[in-house]
């Protein structure tokens, strides 16, 4: 049976754009280089800290001021990562009944692991037991290692749980654990995006409500 759900955050719990286009374009305005739009940074997210700085400067990791960006991001972000950043709207009460109907709950994600555990008290503490972000002592996604890490600390396995994401990583990350993944569409990515890196049409979700009654159906059929 399914009794564990393993959630990406940014795009998937949080709308967190806002402050990453911030952060990234306080890097731009500090090195004299032209501002992102949120839009672009959409597009670059997904891979953690040094790959969207990467795809953020002239150059990428060529350029010769490269790391000394990348931690200039890092201080900013650390500062302002709760400026303008809140749960999808439906989320806390999926949470709410997630935890009502005796799910466990871990978040995984390429964000810097102190951003996350912050953002993980701030937001979802009482329902999200465990909270792991990138660190130098574990792989990032979309390698499995945060998932694995996660069922541990949570006393389960893969063949009960279920792992909840917006992107085309979620989709590679829950692809090497093996897990059953959940795609939503509320967040970073299209459907057709979704679609094009694999996504299965009954496999995605077009809000908390309809994640909810997902998951019933799923313990249904278990």
């Known amino acids: 049976m399914i009794d564990t759900v393993i959630f990406d955050l940014d795009g998937t719990l949080l709308n967190t754009l806002e402050d990453l286009t911030d952060s990234v374009n306080y890097v731009m305005a500090q090195y004299g280089l032209s501002a992102h739009t949120i839009e672009e940074i959409r597009s670059f997210v997904g891979n953690g800290a040094a790959k969207l700085i990467e795809r953020s400067v002239p150059q990428g990791r060529?350029?010769?001021?490269?790391?000394?960006?990348l931690e200039t991001f890092r201080g900013h972000y650390a500062a302002h990562c709760e400026d303008k950043v809140a749960p999808y709207e439906g989320v806390m009460e999926l949470l709410a009944s997630l935890q009502k109907e005796g799910y466990r709950m871990?978040?995984?994600?390429?964000?810097?692991?102190?951003?996350?555990?912050?953002?993980?008290?701030?937001?979802?503490?009482?329902?999200?037991?465990?909270?792991?972000?990138?660190?130098a002592q574990i792989q990032r996604k979309p390698?499995?290692?945060?998932?694995?890490?996660?069922?541990?600390?949570?006393?389960?396995?893969?063949?009960?749980?279920?792992?909840?994401?917006?992107?085309?990583?979620?989709?590679?990350?829950?692809?090497?654990?093996?897990?059953?993944?959940?795609?939503?569409?509320?967040?970073?990515?299209?459907?057709?995006?979704?679609?094009?890196?694999?996504?299965?049409?009954?496999?995605?979700?077009?809000?908390?409500?309809?994640l909810i009654s997902y998951l019933v159906r799923l313990r249904q059929e278990g």
């Open 106 to 135: 871990a978040i995984v994600s390429n964000k810097p692991d102190k951003a996350v555990k912050l953002l993980k008290d701030k937001f979802f503490q009482g329902y999200v037991e465990e909270a792991i972000g990138e660190n």
């Open 143 to 210: 390698a499995p290692d945060m998932v694995y890490r996660a069922l541990e600390e949570l006393s389960s396995d893969a063949s009960h749980a279920v792992y909840v994401g917006d992107s085309e990583v979620d989709l590679q990350t829950a692809g090497n654990v093996p897990m059953k993944c959940i795609s939503v569409t509320w967040g970073f990515r299209t459907v057709e995006q979704l679609t094009a890196a694999g996504a299965a049409q009954e496999h995605m979700v077009k809000s908390p409500q309809e």
């Open 62 to 69: 060529q350029n010769p001021l490269y790391e000394e960006m």
